[in-house]
């Protein structure tokens, strides 16, 4: 007979049994939304991550153009002050130079011929014909000097732009 009992069981077993296997079902299923969850999180965690990594790319690409957008609006404005310089210094000179205005004036507009040029060789030939009148130039060494310097820097920005 107890080989029947244990063949036969009794409904609290059978009961039991079926409560247990329930809660193994329930935990499976658990267990598997424990894991689709630790999916879609991750999912969810490298989706946030990219999208940091956009915007943080974004940010440093709009941080590098404002720099250089701010060097170009710089580099312009000291071309402005240089130029503006030379305008100065060529005024002041005429009114130093009364006696000798228009053979200053002449040598000006010749240096300033120097940006016209249409090639390096022009260019430089007109340069050399500037050096060779401010070197012939008979007055002080301060024109002398200053007259160099405009031809020099004229010279050089055609160069610079060429």
Do not use: C, H, W
């Not at 310089?85 to 010749?110: G, P, R, Y």
């Not at 060779?132 to 732009?161: H, N, P, R």
């Amino acid at each position: 007979m107890s080989e029947k009992k244990g063949v036969n069981q009794t409904p609290e077993v059978s009961e039991a049994f079926k409560k247990a296997v329930q809660d193994l079902n329930l935990s499976s299923k658990i267990s598997q939304q424990f894991a689709e969850f630790d999916r879609s999180s991750k999912v969810f965690f490298d989706d946030q991550m990219k999208q940091m990594e956009r915007i943080q790319d974004y940010e440093a690409k709009k941080i590098a153009e404002e720099y250089e957008y701010k060097q170009s609006v710089l580099s312009a404005l000291q071309g402005i002050e240089k130029n503006t310089a030379i305008l100065t210094e060529m005024s002041m000179l005429l009114k130093e130079n009364k006696d000798k205005q228009e053979e200053i004036f002449e040598i000006m507009v010749e240096i300033l011929a120097i940006m016209k040029s249409s090639n390096e060789e022009e260019a430089k030939s007109r340069f050399t014909t500037v050096m060779e009148k401010i070197t012939a130039f008979k007055d002080g060494s301060e024109t002398l000097i200053s007259l160099y310097g405009m031809a020099q820097q004229v010279y050089t920005v055609y160069q610079s732009l060429s």
